[in-house]
């Protein structure tokens, strides 16, 4: 049975967008994209969901702890299950917030050194190889309850999918840009509206199938 393992942050492990008040709330599995994603590529496909709210691509928050550093997230996540057949990775939205002062191009390094560790040989073994999907987040905007938090985040993440789609075709891997698909919701300026989940979930299947 042909394996997905879904690598990200919030928008993966499915939070809503916040509303009146900064209370984290999870989708549940039948709006999930990632789950959603399951079901239109069919019965004999497993899942693992590997979403953690506030995950960057490779930097350690000074706020919510190092943890959040995806290099560390993606060999414990390789390292614990398998043999996967493909890995999304959709990153980048964090690091579009004000404390870390990432420019596009640091962000596109970050996906870059989590390729790496994906692709080393002894890891790609144990998996007995796997393909790799980049997805490059929508953009995010000031907008909501986070504003505050992702002050001149619209232009850099604007600038994200060209870099990021250069890369993946330097690298040969496959690329979706999930801004072509959906927007963030504009209550928080960050996080997936319930039909946003669904079009993305469509959109990675096909891509992936």
Not at 169 to 176: M, S
């Amino acid at each position: 049975m042909p394996t997905l393992l879904a690598f990200g942050d919030s928008n993966t492990h499915g939070t809503a967008p916040f509303r009146d008040e900064r209370i984290s709330q999870r989708f549940d599995a039948q709006t999930r994209w990632p789950t959603l994603a399951l079901r239109t590529l069919g019965p004999n496909w497993t899942l693992v969901e590997e979403g953690l709210p506030g995950r960057t691509t490779a930097l350690p928050d000074p706020v919510m702890g190092t943890h959040m550093d995806g290099r560390e997230g993606l060999k414990i996540a390789l390292a614990s299950h398998g043999p996967i057949d493909w890995l999304t990775i959709m990153l980048g939205t964090n690091d579009v917030k004000a404390r870390f002062g990432a420019t596009p191009a640091t962000i596109v390094a970050g996906i870059a050194a989590l390729v790496d560790i994906a692709m080393q040989a002894d890891m790609q073994d144990r998996h007995r190889g796997f393909k790799i999907l980049l997805i490059c987040p929508p953009v995010a905007i000031e907008a909501g309850l986070l504003a505050d938090e992702f002050i001149g985040c619209e232009a850099k993440s604007r600038a994200l999918a060209p870099l990021l789609a250069s890369y993946a075709t330097a690298r040969g891997l496959h690329f979706l840009n999930a801004g072509d698909h959906i927007t963030a919701s504009p209550s928080d300026g960050i996080h997936f509206e319930p039909d946003s989940h669904a079009t993305l979930a469509g959109a990675v299947a096909a891509a992936i199938s």
